[in-house]
């Protein structure tokens, strides 16, 4: 509902996925964790705007949405790894990631 909203409200002409990239400076080999990714609507929008040299892990505590996102970005051209799991209890070593995007997560 709030893409929604801001899709149509929104009177920014760059899109809020591509805003949002533009925030963030990604250093080449960087490993990248996305917290609630939901659909991969953002790395689906800016697929050509990441270094083929990252690695990344798309997570999302709903199986449904994980699975949405890795249907969604079946066609990209590197791997991306999928995992399902709660955000207050993250399965992964601190220090594992350079990049952890928490996008939209807390309401």
Known sequence: MRILLNQHFSKSPQGWNSW?????????????????????????????????????VLSDFSPTMLSNAQRNLRHLDRDVTFEQFNANAIPIDNDTFDIVIANHLLF
């Open 20 to 56: 949002f990239f533009d925030q963030m400076s990604i250093p080449y080999e960087s490993d990248i964790l996305e917290l609630g990714c939901g659909s991969g609507d953002l790395w689906f929008d800016n697929e050509a705007r990441v270094p083929q040299s990252c690695e990344i």
